[in-house]
């Protein structure tokens, strides 16, 4: 006797096929020169602030790691120096760790602003990225907000033959406005099927991966570069020595101590840091505590003071010392 066909339910279909879609995760990093608007896309996908931003070259030192949790993906963040042509040990340094991170992530997503023309930075980066096969790159034109269609459609046009003459082709090109909030759901979506399949990697409710400590430094140093980038732009480190609950605290009145050195190269430029009457050191340390409150969602006692460590970008042992 035959079988009897039962039509199938579109609808019923799509649903089940969406039940059993296998779970995705994986982790993704962004690349660009700096100015690329990188730890802002980072942050607007995250929904917090994790990474780093500034308006300068070599903010972001450690690779601090951003995590999009979705029903059908998780999608780790990691956020990588900027490569450039080293001029000292540190910045030799950093370019080795671009690289091991660009051979270990499942997709990688260069960052180009709209409002730039593609420069050779940008050419010296995809250059890069071209002799790493088999990771799938996602072309991001960021900052979309700032121009008219018509350049917006040039600047998809240049990368696209920027990856053709390199010899490979984009998994995809998409312009996002990260300061707007649009389509950045959409880049998510687009990250999520090049990952690969695998239950989550981290707990549902992490946000980054990154030591608290180093959160916590990197928030003070972004706080003590405001008002002196021009002065010092990369002669700040800072190292969380202790963080501790203040004893005999009610449960409901819990305090954090945290005690950090912020680290110069040169005697000269304590007095820019501290500031006339101790001005300047009080303002980074009121201006970070509002953020490492929020980060760690308790009240913080933050103690900081400003100590020397002469050139420690070049020398090896400090570098170490202070976390590089």
Same mark, same amino acid.
């Given at each position: ?75 780790? =963040?990691?956020?990588?120096?900027? %490569?450039?042509?080293? #001029?000292?040990? @540190? ?5 080795? +760790? /671009? ?119 990197? =928030?003070?140093?972004?706080?003590? %570069?405001?008002?002196? #980038?021009?002065? @010092? ?5 800072? +190292? /969380? ?84």
């Amino acid at each position: 006797m035959g079988a009897m066909s039962a039509r199938p339910n579109p609808e019923a279909a799509a649903q089940q096929a969406e039940n059993t879609a296998p779970h995705r995760a994986g982790f993704a990093c962004f690349v660009g020169r700096p100015n690329a608007g990188k730890s802002t896309l980072t942050n607007a996908l995250v929904g917090q602030k994790v990474a780093i931003t500034s308006n300068r070259p070599q903010t972001t030192r450690h690779t601090v790691r951003g995590i999009v949790h979705r029903p059908d993906a998780q999608l780790i =963040l990691v956020d990588t120096p900027g %490569l450039h042509k080293p #001029r000292t040990l @540190l910045g030799e340094r950093l370019n080795d +760790v /671009v690289r091991t991170t660009w051979a270990e992530v499942d997709v990688i997503g260069f960052c180009l602003p709209a409002d730039q023309k593609l420069g050779p930075g940008d050419k010296y980066i995809v250059k890069e990225l071209a002799g790493i096969k088999k990771t799938p790159k996602i072309a991001i034109i960021t900052k979309s907000d700032l121009v008219e269609s018509k350049q917006l459609a040039e600047q998809l046009l240049a990368v696209s033959r920027l990856g053709e003459e390199l010899g490979f082709e984009w998994a995809e090109i998409i312009p996002v406005s990260a300061v707007k909030d649009d389509q950045v759901g959409l880049l998510a979506d687009l990250i999520a099927p090049l990952l690969p399949e695998s239950p989550p990697l981290y707990p549902e409710g992490d946000l980054t991966d990154e030591p608290e400590m180093v959160m916590v430094a990197e =928030l003070i140093r972004e706080a003590a %570069l405001e008002g002196v #980038r021009d002065e @010092l732009p990369h002669s700040i480190a800072v +190292v /969380v020595e202790e963080m501790l609950p203040r004893e005999d605290r009610p449960a409901d009145k819990p305090l954090l101590d945290i005690h950090a050195n912020v680290y110069i190269e040169r005697p000269s430029q304590k007095g820019i840091i501290i500031g006339p009457k101790g001005k300047r050191l009080k303002e980074v340390g009121t201006k970070s505590r509002k953020h490492i409150e929020a980060l760690l969602g308790t009240p913080v006692f933050l103690d900081l003071h400003v100590k020397v460590a002469k050139d420690w970008q070049r020398d090896p042992k400090q570098l170490r010392k202070l976390g590089f």
